[in-house]
């Protein structure tokens, strides 16, 4: 393992500790924890929460994409946040993909099809309305989220990952928060630059950025968007990257940029739930959800 992938891995996980220390799961939750969804063993393993109030109901389900420099990360580290977002009337799907540098792109994308194939399977199974999908992805996370949602909604992208998208599959709304879009003509110095060559087998040759850089593959039936960044988010700027595609394609989106100078908000901040700005954040992408 590089020293950037060992130092990004060491960071995020001292953060997310300090940030969930205190935490545990709400008494109005019930969670089915590590169900596999794949082959990859420990890699394959996702979770499902519910309020314990609504058994009986199907829901609208959101399955969150964690994010993480795709070399860090895995459900346990996102539970919390996902079971506030379950307290809004959804089932959350969180699960675990593939890491780079042992795993290479496009890993998590296919490890993201077959938890969607998974939830189509089961659906019944866990209480879930299959007419009511949507998905979360945050930083890298988002950059994989997007580029399913443009699988499934271009069939000439799905070609390039050799994907079978699930029959009836339709994914109404999707949150791309704090997300990194432009993947093409980076700084070759730059943070993403560097994780991104221990993310693709070719350390990033014009193939395999154009294949990852979904921005070009979005049509009008991309699924509506609810994108977020924040005044002290070292990606900001990706967010209008984004959304000039989004406007050209005629793609329903909603834009929000959270905190102000007195109040500069971080990278990922939604994550923390337990401060105010966070709560305000994901509330407001449930209510999108729900309106969609």
Known sequence: MSIISYLTRKMFEKGDAKRDH??????????????????????????????????NEKLPVIVSVHGGGWVYGNKEGYQFYCMSLAEQGFAVVNFTYRLAPKFKFPAPVLDTNQV????MEHAEEYGVDTDRIYAVGDSAGAQILGSYAAICTNSEYAKLYGVKVPEKLTIKAIALNCGVYQIISRKKTDGISL????YFPKKGNSEEQ??????KYITKDFPAVFVM????????????ILIKELKEKCVPYQY???????????????????????????LEECAFFHRS
């Open 22 to 55: 205190s935490l545990t799961t709400p008494k109005d939750i019930v969670r089915f924890d590590n169900i596999p969804y794949g082959e990859g063993g420990e890699w394959n393993l996702l979770d499902v929460y519910r309020l314990r109030s609504r058994e």
């Open 116 to 119: 969607f194939h998974w939830l």
């Open 195 to 198: 994780l991104l060559r221990e």
């Open 210 to 215: 154009n294949m990852a850089d979904f921005r």
């Open 229 to 240: 960044t924040a005044t002290g988010d070292f990606l900001k700027e990706e967010a209008e």
């Open 256 to 282: 929000r940029l959270y905190g102000d100078n007195s109040n500069r908000l971080g990278h990922v901040f939604h994550c923390d739930i337990q401060s105010a700005d966070a709560i305000k954040c994901n």
